[in-house]
């Protein structure tokens, strides 16, 4: 029960920061091709510095980041933290906690990768240039895709619903290992050993069961600085960070749970006389009452306190800006080549059909020979319908786009093809998704 419900809270945080995630990305669209275009592209070329005398926290090898790379590179390290907490919480408890839970979900998500990277080498043009983004087509939106799924309800098993997340989750760690291997660039060896020891330094931290939250922050900050100067993709930080962040208590709960109930059970029974009744504490209920504070802090492990604090940062300000400040393209310097041809028709390809035919076939496979079950509650018709949801691609699949394409000199006309190619793959799946699933799901709840 405790884990049905914490899956409810983890698809109602999804589909409430999918719908601000739309607007944003509605709203770039409109800026980025009105008047105020050339002021939109421009701002977010701004330098920006964070700097205490003559260091500068955002600066990459000497030059201050721009307001842009501060969003793709800071920002994003801290919502990669989110996501590496929420892969360490479900590894250790929930849907990839077992060999039995976790093996079609992961299954599905090899399946959604590799196939859509197949797609796009093989519908690419023969340009090492375009090629670079060949990773695009690997991410599902968790936010997106439940927000989708949502909008039918009860009419959805909730093994499907178990399934999408837990295969976004998975797919997730899929993208993060990609980035990690190949989107790094020449290596700094004094900032990689820097790097090393801040890395020891939190592991010993998770070994010693250092419980104090502030610890991984400034060891985390520390880290990405190293790490973004070091030529690894400082995003990476964010993950090594939740990684290392305990997930378990010290003392384990027994002890604080016993001390909340004698506190509590200490307590004389208050009898409320008349309308209104102000309650006038002894300094011996005041130290109990702040003795129940303190247990009751002591219950949540670091990991959830985390996670519980960053998932309003991450779905109502960081998720939103990066789509606002990475989404706009200005539609005038595109053609209907750059959706029929190229990196555009690629990346639609791959997100629509490939991450589809991938997820499906795999899974199909993996049932067929016995090794997994169906999802409970689905049908072959509604699991299928489910998996086109999967080319629902777009924070991952924009941040990979721009780690290809934004450092090479005919980067911007690249980027802004797959950005589009992005969108409208996006929305294809969406739509194909829902008319299966309203065809194929039960009528009634």
Not at 170 to 176: P, Q
Not at 354 to 382: E, M, R
């Amino acid at each position: 029960m405790t884990h049905n419900y914490s899956f409810k809270s983890m698809v109602k945080k999804y589909v409430n920061s999918s719908a601000v995630l739309i607007v944003c990305t509605i709203l770039a669209l409109i800026v980025a091709n009105s008047p105020l275009k050339d002021s939109f592209f421009s701002f977010w070329n701004k330098e920006v510095s964070l700097s205490i005398g003559n260091f500068n926290l955002f600066s990459h090898n000497g030059h201050s980041m721009t307001l842009i790379q501060v969003i793709n590179d800071f920002l994003m390290a801290i919502f990669f933290l989110s996501v590496g907490l929420e892969i360490k919480r479900e590894i250790l408890v929930g849907e990839l906690s077992s060999a039995k839970k976790a093996m079609l979900p992961i299954i599905g998500a090899c399946g959604g990768m590799l196939i859509p990277v197949l797609f796009f080498w093989l519908t690419c043009p023969n340009n090492p240039e375009m090629l670079r983004g060949v990773a695009i087509p690997m991410a599902t939106d968790i936010a997106f895709s439940l927000g989708v799924l949502s909008i039918f309800d009860k009419r959805v098993p909730i093994g499907l619903k178990i399934f999408l997340a837990a295969l976004a989750v998975a797919d997730d760690l899929g993208g993060i290992i990609v980035i990690a291997l190949f989107y790094s660039s020449t290596i700094d060896f004094n900032y990689l050993l820097l790097t090393g020891i801040c890395i020891a330094v939190l592991i010993i931290g998770n070994n010693r069961k250092i419980m104090v939250k502030n610890f991984y922050l400034v060891t985390g900050i520390v880290l990405w600085y190293f790490m973004l100067n070091s030529g690894i993709h400082a995003t990476i930080a964010g993950v090594i960070v939740a990684f290392c962040v305990p997930g378990s208590l010290r003392n384990g709960a027994t002890r604080y749970i016993d001390r909340i109930k004698e506190n509590i059970n200490s307590f004389d029974e208050v009898h409320v006389v008349g309308k209104h009744h102000t309650a006038i504490l002894t300094h011996e209920e005041i130290h109990k009452l702040k003795s129940i504070e303190s247990a009751a802090d002591k219950l949540i492990s670091p990991l959830q306190e985390f996670e519980d604090s960053l998932h309003n940062i991450i779905g109502y300000f960081i998720i939103p800006l990066f789509a606002f400040a990475n989404v706009g393209i200005d539609l005038s310097t595109m053609s209907i080549g750059s959706i029929i041809g190229g990196i555009g028709l690629s990346v639609i390809i791959g997100l629509v059909v490939g991450k589809f035919v991938g997820v499906f076939t795999f899974s199909w496979v993996a049932i067929k020979l016995g090794f997994v079950q169906l999802p409970q509650g689905a049908n072959w018709k509604s699991f299928a319908s489910v998996c086109m949801l999967c080319g629902i691609g777009l924070t991952v699949s924009i941040f990979i786009a721009d780690l290809s394409y934004a450092a090479l000199g005919s980067g911007t006309t690249l980027l802004a093809e797959a950005k589009l190619g992005i969108l409208c793959g996006s929305v294809i799946s969406a739509i194909l998704g829902c008319i299966l699933l309203n065809k194929y799901l039960p009528k009634e709840a």
